[in-house]
C-alpha cells in the first residue's frame, strides 16, 4: 500500500521561508510524477509544481521564481522549498504521486501553511 506524508507546514511571516518534505511509503513499480498542490480557505485545490521521473520541473506562476521543488528518487523523497512567502501561499499543501501502470493518483493528509502579514 503506498502512503504518502507530508511534514513542515507552520506559521511564519510574510518574506519568510518554509520547507516542506514528502515522504512516500510502500510497493511503487513505477513514479510518473510528483507534485505539490495547495489549497487555501473557501478555494479549490490548485497545482504549485511539479517534478517529473526525468527531473523536469514546473511551477504555477504565482510561485515562480520563489519555490522550488526537488525529489531524491534514492529515498523516495520530494521537497517544497518555499522563499518570500506570502499571506496568499497559505492554505492546506498536498503531496501527491503519479504512478503505476495504468496511472493511479496519491495523495497526502496535507500539512497547514500560513503566512502571516
Known amino acids: 500500500q503506498v502512503q504518502l506524508e507530508e511534514s513542515g507546514g507552520g506559521l511564519v511571516q510574510a518574506g519568510g521561508s518554509l520547507r516542506l518534505s514528502c515522504r512516500v511509503s510502500?510497493?511503487?513499480?513505477?513514479?510518473?510524477?510528483m507534485a505539490w498542490h495547495r489549497q487555501a480557505p473557501g478555494k479549490q485545490r490548485e497545482l504549485v509544481a511539479t517534478?517529473?521521473?526525468?527531473?523536469?520541473?514546473d511551477y504555477a506562476v504565482s510561485v515562480k521564481g520563489r519555490f522550488t521543488i526537488s525529489r531524491d528518487n534514492a529515498k523516495n523523497t520530494m521537497s517544497l522549498q518555499m522563499n518570500s512567502l506570502r499571506p496568499e501561499d497559505t492554505g492546506v499543501y498536498y503531496c501527491n504521486l503519479l504512478a503505476g501502470v495504468p496511472t493511479l493518483y496519491y495523495w497526502g493528509q496535507g500539512t497547514q501553511v500560513t503566512v502571516s502579514s
Open positions: 517534478v517529473t521521473s526525468d527531473g523536469r520541473t
Open positions: 510502500g510497493q511503487i513499480l513505477r513514479i510518473h510524477q
